[in-house]
C-alpha cells in the first residue's frame, strides 16, 4: 500500500481500499467470528478483490475488520507467506495471527506506537494511552504492544465483570498462557486491581486443571477492564533479587535404617565414618568407633583398651 494510501486509511478506510483496486461491500449477515481464530466480522475474496464485511459504522471494530480483511487478500498473493503457512502446524490460526499483525500496522503507525513506548518495556498503561492517543480498538493496540515485547509473554485484556480474558496476544513459545474467554486463575492480582491502579510484580498464570508458570506482570486498570503485560522475564525490574533455579546434583550420600543405644531409630541419609565403615547418628552424633571407646578404659598396666568390665582397680586381665 502506498504511503498516501496508507495515511488516508487511519481517516477512511474504506475509501483507502478503493484506491487500491479493492471492492468493499457492506453484508449484515457476516457478524460470527471467523474460524481459525479469527475475531473480525468479515470476509475477503482474493479473485475478485473483494472485502464483504459487517458494518459497524466510523467504529474502530469496523476499521479492524477492514484492515483485517484486506490482509488476508495480500497474505493470498505472496507466495512466500504462503509457503511459510504451509509447513506451520496450525497453518490457519497463523494466517489469523499474521492478518492481525498486518491490520495493527495499519491501524497504528510505527512513530505514534514510538512515541507512547519511548525507550520501554512496554508496560499495561501503554496499552491505555494507545488506545486514547489512535482510532485503533483495544485488541488492534494489544497487537502492536506485543511485537514490541523483548520476550516470551503476552499482552492480555481481561473483563473486569466477569473475570474472564477477553483477549491475549501471545508472544514466543511459553508452556502455559492466556486463551480467550479463560476465567482468571484463582488469586491471581489481576482479580483485585481496581480501578486506576497499577501493578509491576512477580506472578503467574495457570491452567483451569491445575498446570502453573511464574510470570512478571506489569498492568493498569480502568472501570471496565484490565491491560496487563506478562513476561518470562522481569522487564520492570519487579523483584529486586532473582535467585537462580537450584541446579544441585542429586544427593548421593548412603541412606538407610538405623538404630542406636541413645534410642534413636530411623532413616539417616549421611558419609559413614572412615574407621569403622557405619553412620552417625543423628541425635548422638557418634558411630561406631564413639560408641566403642565409650564401653572401653585404657589398662594402667598395658595401656591397652579393654572392656571396662575387665578392669580391677584400673588393671585388666591380662596384667593380673
Known amino acids: 500500500m502506498p504511503e498516501h494510501v496508507r495515511a488516508a486509511f487511519l481517516q477512511n478506510p474504506k475509501r483507502a481500499l478503493a484506491e487500491c ?19 473480525c466480522d468479515g470476509l475477503s475474496l482474493a479473485g475478485p478483490r473483494t472485502v464483504l464485511y ?32 504451509a509447513d506451520q502446524a496450525e497453518p490457519g490460526a497463523e494466517q489469523e495471527r499474521m492478518c492481525d499483525e498486518i491490520a495493527s500496522a495499519l491501524l497504528i503507525p510505527d512513530a505514534e506506537l514510538a512515541a507512547v513506548i519511548g525507550a520501554g518495556p512496554i508496560t499495561g498503561q501503554h496499552l491505555i494511552e494507545l488506545f486514547t492517543r489512535t482510532q485503533a480498538s483495544q485488541i488492534v493496540c494489544a497487537i502492536a504492544l506485543a511485537g514490541r515485547l523483548t520476550c516470551a509473554g503476552a499482552v492480555v485484556l481481561t473483563a473486569r465483570a466477569t473475570q474472564t480474558v477477553v483477549h491475549a496476544t501471545r508472544v514466543g513459545p511459553l508452556p502455559i498462557y492466556p486463551t480467550r474467554d479463560q476465567p482468571l ?97 543423628p541425635r548422638c552424633k557418634n558411630c561406631d568407633c564413639t560408641r566403642r571407646a565409650s564401653l572401653t578404659e585404657r589398662c594402667t598396666q598395658c595401656t591397652v583398651h579393654v572392656a571396662r568390665t575387665n578392669l580391677i582397680g584400673g588393671v585388666c586381665s591380662n596384667c593380673r
Open 54 to 85: 459487517a458494518a459497524t459504522p466510523d467504529s474502530r471494530r469496523e476499521h479492524f475488520t477492514l484492515a483485517h480483511e484486506y490482509a488476508h487478500l495480500l497474505v493470498d498473493a505472496d507466495d512466500d507467506a504462503l509457503g511459510w503457512l
Open 21 to 39: 483496486g479493492v471492492r468493499v461491500q457492506e453484508v449484515p449477515q457476516l457478524s460470527s467470528a471467523r474460524g481459525a481464530g479469527g475475531m
Open 185 to 281: 486463575p484463582t488469586g491471581h492480582p489481576l482479580r483485585f486491581l481496581r480501578p486506576g491502579a497499577q501493578i509491576c510484580r512477580e506472578s503467574f498464570w495457570a491452567t483451569p486443571w491445575g498446570d502453573r508458570e511464574t510470570f512478571y506482570l506489569n498492568a493498569a486498570a480502568t472501570a471496565v477492564r484490565t491491560y496487563s503485560v506478562i513476561a518470562v522475564t522481569d522487564l520492570w525490574g519487579a523483584e529486586r533479587l532473582h535467585l537462580p533455579a537450584s541446579t544441585a546434583a542429586p544427593d548421593a550420600r548412603p541412606s538407610e535404617q538405623f538404630s542406636c543405644r541413645c534410642g534413636y531409630a530411623g532413616r539417616v541419609t549421611g558419609w559413614p565414618c572412615d574407621d569403622c565403615g557405619q553412620l552417625f547418628c
